[in-house]
């Protein structure tokens, strides 16, 4: 079955350490990467997308993205996070031949940042 | 950025009630809305895709009969879980597709449900 994955459900890291979050797809043909984050008690907000072109892809907040398609992951990184980064990060594809907007997700990853 | 909004955030209902939720786009019209469903621990998983003035599409293992959506006008969808149970307890999410951008989706900030 097709199927996005994160590879970590928590991460627990301290301010200023970097950060790398796992995701891999399964979908063989065109897709659309994008990176979700969803703060303590706050909706989904997208942090960066790749469509096509450059495969580092930079998005808000320092947060930035590769797309290595040989491995069919796009994995998230930040290089020094800070306390506001607790939140929960969610993978999400969209396969190219799909109707507008069906995405779908990875289980997500609740990352904690100590201070 | 664009802002949906969903009522009631949280909600109790016995068991064999039905319970409608709603799903709205603030300043934008979105002629195509998305339910999602989210399980503890577990990745958000697309319910239906609404789109207005039409049925909406259900996806695979979803029964449109137990989750009636109704897309009344570009600001406004509806989830109805009807004859609710204990099992339907979850976490329930929208999201729009803003104008002219098939990538672009807009989020609400979720209604959880709970059937006793």
Avoid at chain 1, 27 to 33: A, F, K, R
Avoid at chain 2, 64 to 93: C, G, M, Q, R, W
């Amino acid at each position: 079955a097709q199927s996005v994955s994160q590879h970590n459900h928590h991460v627990i890291l301290s301010e200023a350490a970097s950060l790398e979050l796992g995701c891999n797809y399964s979908y063989g043909g065109t897709v659309n990467l994008f990176w979700y984050v969803q703060y303590p008690g706050q909706h989904l907000q997208l942090l960066l997308k790749y469509f096509s072109g450059d495969p580092l892809v930079k998005g808000i907040k320092g947060f930035e993205a590769e797309f290595i398609k040989s491995k069919f992951s796009f994995n998230l990184r930040k290089p020094s996070v800070q306390w506001s980064d607790t939140a929960e990060y969610f993978c999400a594809v969209k396969r190219g031949t799909d109707s507008w907007g069906k995405f779908q997700f990875g289980a997500g990853t609740q990352v904690v940042v100590t201070p | 950025g664009a802002v949906v909004s969903q009522h009631p955030s949280r909600v109790i209902c016995k068991s064999g009630t039905s319970v409608k939720i709603e799903c709205r786009s603030l300043d934008f019209q979105a002629t195509t809305m998305f339910w999602y469903r989210q399980f503890p621990k577990k990745s958000l998983m697309l319910m239906a895709t609404s789109n207005e003035g039409s049925k909406a599409t259900y996806e695979q293992g979803v029964e449109k009969d137990k989750f009636l959506i109704n897309h009344a006008s570009l600001t406004l969808s509806t989830l109805t879980v009807t004859s609710a149970h204990p099992e339907d307890s979850s976490f329930y999410i929208c999201s729009a597709d803003f104008p002219l951008s098939t990538d672009t989706q807009y989020f609400g900030p979720g209604t959880r449900l709970t059937v006793l």
